[in-house]
Each structure stands twice: as structure tokens, then as C-alpha cells.
């Protein structure tokens, strides 16, 4: 009679392969950024957190970033669920307009907002004579940002959404609820942790980006064109500091951020 245990015999090689295999991928990952950290200036860091151009420029970057995702968020769940609820046809364009701005080169992508959005242009002018000014300004730079970010989070909160089984929603509707109030009440409730895990790539995302910010909004310079513009102006020296802050700044941001996010075990 074969044991009962065989068929978990292998297990234990199994999970040191793939353990030895994420650590290695760590490794690639955390060894460049550990090495920038470690090296790092203690009085060029307290340089840096006490220049002012440095730190508006990182609070530039995080206050865009965070006001792109917001803005994206609320038009970003209506799509992500129209994808995982509903065929039509033309679906898998949809899609795969969603997904182009990774695609692309970024630089790219800031020379197509340009061309819509800048002063040059009839829209640009249009809305410039609201108020609305794009080019150069802190509403171009989140534009820019969340022009090539969004696919984070559309695409998390619509895999959150398939995640979700319709019944549960056909079950609110017979008891009464309207589509909004079955949404918001039992869908949305269900799918928060990937729509904000989706958010919080987002953010990320944009805080990183540096292709269409430059092309769209030179100036105010967001962090990612500061360290650049340091870097080819004054050298590695100069440029460090500030990378190494902004780096800390997100590695904890983003931590608490997805310990917020990570699933909890009951009892």
C-alpha cells in the first residue's frame, strides 16, 4: 500500500528551489539599492534634507503622484468593472488602449500629451482660457503621471472585480438593492484590497516617472528630473543624496502602504 505521504514527499525540495530562486531575485533587486544607501554621506543627507529645492521637489513628486491616483481612482473603478463584468464588442481594444502607456516609450507619451495638451495646440488653448494650464505646471506634471500609470490600477481593481462572484451581487438585487447600493454595499466592499493594492502601484508608478514629466512640464522639477538634471550637471556626488532620500522616503511609504493592504487572518 503506498503511504499516504508520498505524494508530499517532494515538498521540501520544492519549496528550497523556489525559495533559493525568490532570494536570488531579491538579491538583484536589493543589493544596488542597499549599496547606494550604505554608501551614502550621513552630513550629505542632512545637506539634502535641508535644501529647499530638494525637498519641494520630493513633495512635488509624492502631493502629483497622490492627486493622480485620486483622480484616476474614481474614473479608473467604473472601467475596471465595466471589463470584468460586462463583453462587448470592442472589449479587447478597450484593453488594450488601457495597457498601451506601458507599452510605449514614456518619452513618447509626453510628446502625444504635448501635442493635445500644449499651448500650441487648440485644446491647450481651450482650457488655458479656463484656467487650465498644462505645460509647466503641477496639474501638467499629474497628468503626465497618471496618463502613464493607470493600467496599475485598472487592471488590479479589475482582476479584484472577477475575483468577486456575480451571485453575490444577483443576491443584493433580489433582496432589494439597486445596482448602486448593491455595488457600494457588497462588489466594492469585497474588491478594496486589490483596488487599493492597484492605487498604492500606482502612486508608486508615478512617483518614478520621468519620461512624459519632462517632455510636458520641465519645471517645477519633480524629484526623478532633479536627481537627473544633479547627475549631468554636478555628478554623482551631488545627485546621490538625493536619490538615497527619496528612495527612504518611499521604501517607507510604501511599506506601511502594503502592510495596510495585506490580507489579515481571523483568530
Not at 470584468?84 to 506601458?102: I, T, Y
Not at 474588491?191 to 519620461?211: C, Q, T
Request: charged share 15%; proline share 6%.
Amino acid at each position: 500500500m503506498n503511504s499516504p505521504t508520498k505524494p508530499f514527499s517532494g515538498r521540501k525540495g520544492f519549496k528550497l528551489a523556489f525559495s533559493g530562486l525568490s532570494l536570488l531575485l531579491l538579491i538583484l533587486v536589493s543589493v544596488p539599492l542597499l549599496r547606494m544607501i550604505l554608501s551614502a554621506d550621513p552630513e550629505a543627507l542632512r545637506s539634502a534634507v535641508a535644501d529647499r529645492e530638494v525637498m519641494d521637489s520630493i513633495f512635488l513628486t509624492l502631493r502629483a503622484a497622490l492627486w493622480a491616483t485620486v483622480v484616476c481612482t474614481v474614473l479608473g473603478i467604473p472601467l475596471s468593472y465595466l471589463l470584468a463584468r460586462w463583453n462587448f464588442r470592442g472589449k479587447s481594444l478597450v484593453q488594450g488602449l488601457v495597457d498601451l502607456p506601458v507599452m510605449i516609450p514614456h518619452t513618447a507619451a509626453g510628446i502625444a500629451l504635448l501635442m493635445v495638451y500644449g499651448r500650441s495646440f487648440f485644446l491647450g488653448k481651450a482650457l488655458e482660457e479656463v484656467g487650465l494650464d498644462f505645460v509647466g505646471t503641477e496639474l501638467g506634471i499629474s497628468l503626465a503621471m497618471a496618463y502613464v500609470s493607470l493600467p496599475f490600477l485598472v487592471n488590479a481593481a479589475r482582476d479584484g472585480f472577477l475575483a468577486v462572484d456575480p451571485k453575490l451581487e444577483r443576491v443584493a438585487r433580489t433582496l432589494g438593492a439597486s445596482p448602486w447600493q448593491s455595488f457600494f454595499r457588497v462588489t466594492l466592499p469585497l474588491a478594496w484590497r486589490p483596488v487599493l493594492s492597484g492605487g498604492i502601484m500606482m502612486w508608486a508608478r508615478g512617483i518614478s516617472e520621468f519620461g512624459a514629466v519632462v517632455i510636458l512640464t520641465y519645471h517645477p522639477m519633480t524629484a526623478p528630473i532633479l536627481i537627473w538634471e544633479r547627475f549631468q550637471a554636478y555628478g554623482l556626488k551631488y545627485a546621490k543624496p538625493v536619490a538615497v532620500l527619496l528612495i527612504l522616503l518611499c521604501l517607507l511609504i510604501f511599506a506601511l502602504l502594503r502592510w495596510l493592504a495585506e490580507p489579515r487572518k481571523e483568530g
